[in-house]
């Protein structure tokens, strides 16, 4: 059985979550503000 080169799959583009991730350790946000700002 070949193995998968991209086994996880996510739901967000990778710039999507890197910003999301940069939001969270540069203010002091909960993940509900940040998914709020995100919509």
Do not use: C, G, N
């Amino acid at each position: 059985m070949p193995a998968d080169p991209k086994p996880y799959r996510h739901r967000f583009p990778k710039s999507i979550i890197q910003y999301a991730v940069w939001l969270y350790h540069r203010f002091t946000l909960s993940y509900r503000d940040i998914e709020e700002l995100l919509l």
